[in-house]
């Protein structure tokens, strides 16, 4: 199971860390954020590989967004920068182990998803 926590209210210019947890075992695959605004569709913001320890971000947080591991391969942790009012949205992790390169973006192929935690952007 995965926990996420940190999102909250922040002003247009702000930052927020989000935190996914695995309550059991350790991660392995990719482990993915999420977001999904009002009206909108699921879509890929980051993704880290746990061999190689590789990230991968969507264009649109490229450069503001930061994916990071904990060694004990038990937490994965999103620092947002620079937040705008369209990365308002309703933030997700979710584990996918059976990804590849050519998938990890897809949302559909993630297994285990926590439950969700809002981000609001004031302008």
């Known amino acids: 199971q995965l926990q996420a926590s940190g999102g909250g209210l922040v002003q247009a210019g702000g930052s927020l860390s989000l935190h996914c947890q695995a309550s059991?075992?350790?991660?392995?695959?990719?482990t993915g954020w999420f977001r999904q605004a009002p009206g909108k569709e699921r879509e890929f913001v980051a993704a880290?590989?746990?061999?190689?320890?590789?990230?991968y971000y969507a264009d649109s947080v490229k450069g503001r967004f930061t994916i990071t591991r904990d060694n004990a391969k038990t937490a994965v942790h999103l620092q947002m920068n620079s937040l705008q009012p369209e990365d308002a949205a309703i933030y997700s992790c979710?584990?996918?182990?059976?990804?590849?390169?050519?998938?990890?973006?897809?949302?559909?192929?993630?297994?285990?998803w926590g439950q969700g935690t809002q981000v609001t952007v004031s302008s």
């Open positions: 979710a584990l996918c182990r059976t990804c590849f390169l050519s998938s990890f973006r897809d949302f559909r192929q993630y297994n285990y």
């Open positions: 880290i590989r746990w061999s190689g320890g590789y990230t």
């Open positions: 059991e075992g350790t991660f392995s695959g990719y």
